[in-house]
Nanobody, 126 residues
């Protein structure tokens, strides 16, 4: 129903900035909460940020708060993750996701989402 494609990842040095984009197709994008998650090899997928259909953001993961910012443009069916002051520990594959019909408001829980992009690699060197 909602297909998502991430872009904007790359290899950068610590302290640099990147902006990730998540372009959606399909229906009802504007009615969905959009989340950003990341996963490093051998580690669990972890929540990064989410933005509600109202445009308000959910609380950020503590590890990125103050450095990352999520936004969305419903007219363009696109969500963004602005990442500043990147650290090596930010290295991961970053995924965007759209919430399911049964979304209960727990934006940090992966099982609240049923549409996922294929991910974009972010690598931060020291």
């Amino acid at each position: 129903q909602v297909q998502l494609v991430e872009s904007g990842g790359g290899l950068v040095q610590a302290g640099a900035s990147l902006r990730l984009s998540c372009v959606a197709s399909g229906v009802f994008f504007s009615s969905r909460t959009i989340g950003w998650f990341r996963q490093a090899p051998g580690k669990e997928r972890e929540f990064v940020a989410a933005i509600r259909r109202s445009g308000d953001s959910a609380p950020y993961a503590a590890s990125v708060q103050g450095r990352f910012a999520i936004s969305r443009d419903n007219a363009k069916k696109t969500a963004y993750l602005q990442m500043n002051s990147l650290k090596p520990e930010d290295t991961a594959v970053y995924y965007c996701a759209a919430s399911s019909t049964g979304y209960s408001g727990t934006s940090y829980a992966p099982n609240e989402y049923n549409s996922w992009g294929q991910g974009t690699q972010v690598t931060v060197s020291s």
